[in-house]
């Protein structure tokens, strides 16, 4: 019985040891060829507790995990500007980051996870120290507030391009008018001041034809889009669910799940878009590509929601994490 206390204790002292260990690291060059992936992984928590949660995220986790080589989209509250609220007494919140690939994603777990694979786990890409003890502590201090999930979905697709677009003028005539223009008729525009931002995202979900993502995608960024983005709309990214491990989705046999996420300046700036989007942009030829695309959209989409998002995009900042001062020498 003594002997096998000794033992359990000798092990136990063991392992604190090597946790303890400090672990440097050097990296290969950049894994080429893989295929991006998006987390988006949800959470419920204490009412209140949002805030908390993004600034123990946003100070502690993040650095970490862009040191890995991740990238984060941004984490975002759920709100409820129309309709009732889905959950009265708790705070939601919902993350995006972005992995070169599945395995990268792995890479990120710690050693000890099943789901780190056979990858070596995150202490393999940057080691230990207090940038990771950071992590570990804000991961801790989030646990406070969270109350569970409905899960994480690895997405596969596109960010959207943030380039400039020339939509040349119809070099038309215009005079004032009392009585509104019929549908039929040309409506240009003319615009106020933009207004304060109080930003918002949709995150659009759809049920679509099975293997109609591609067609869906060059649809969307090429039709609608470019008219969103001239009254003033953002496109972040559009991206289909994809079934792996360590997953909370279930393939079905008739559809694909995909999700588009979109900014805008306000709620009121969303529903001017939703509901008058000539008021901003006029209907000229550019408007009529986006209602045709609409059209071909409909017959291959079988179910549609929307979510809404405050916050802002993370943005990738700069992190500067400087050296401990410790001096390595390598062994092997």
Do not use: C
């Not at 993350?95 to 395995?103: G, K, M, P, V, W």
């Not at 792995?106 to 940038?131: V, Y």
């Not at 949709?202 to 470019?226: C, M, N, Q």
């Amino acid at each position: 019985m003594v002997s096998r206390l000794s033992l359990l204790l000798v092990s136990y002292l063991l392992t604190q040891q090597i946790n303890a260990q400090a672990v440097p690291v050097r990296n290969d060059v950049p894994r080429m060829g893989q295929q991006e992936i998006i987390m988006m992984r949800h959470a419920y928590l204490e009412e209140g507790g949002y805030d908390y949660w993004y600034e123990q995220s946003s100070t502690k986790v993040w650095p970490w995990f862009e040191r890995l080589g991740a990238r984060i989209i941004g984490d975002f509250e759920i709100i409820y500007p129309e309709g009732e609220d889905a959950t009265p007494r708790q705070d939601e919140a919902l993350r995006f980051a972005r992995y070169a690939s599945y395995e990268h994603w792995q890479a990120t777990r710690p050693a000890t996870a099943a789901s780190s694979g056979d990858t070596g786990g995150s202490q393999g890409l940057a080691g230990n120290g207090p940038l990771f003890d950071a992590n570990n502590d804000g991961l801790s201090s989030r646990r406070q507030v969270s109350q569970g999930s409905r899960g994480g979905y690895f997405l596969r697709g596109y960010m959207a391009e943030d380039r400039p677009i020339y939509m040349p003028g119809l070099q038309e005539n215009y005079s004032a008018s009392n009585s509104a223009s019929s549908s039929n008729e040309a409506i240009p525009a003319r615009l106020a001041m933009a207004e304060p931002r109080e930003e918002i995202l949709t995150l659009d979900y759809r049920k679509i034809k099975k293997g109609s993502f591609e067609e869906f995608h060059a649809i969307v960024s090429k039709r609608i889009w470019p008219y969103a983005e001239k009254i003033g709309a953002r496109p972040v990214g559009q991206w289909k669910v994809m079934y792996l491990p360590n997953s909370s989705a279930e393939e079905n046999d008739e559809y694909d799940e995909v999700y588009s996420l979109v900014r805008y300046a306000s709620f009121n700036h969303y529903l001017a878009a939703r509901e008058n989007p000539i008021s901003m942009g006029g209907n000229g030829p550019d408007f009529q590509q986006l209602l045709d695309a609409v059209e071909i959209l409909n017959t291959i989409t079988f179910y549609q929601s929307t979510e809404f998002l405050a916050g802002s995009l993370w943005g990738s900042k700069p992190h500067y994490t400087p050296s401990t001062g410790e001096i390595f020498r390598l062994n092997n």
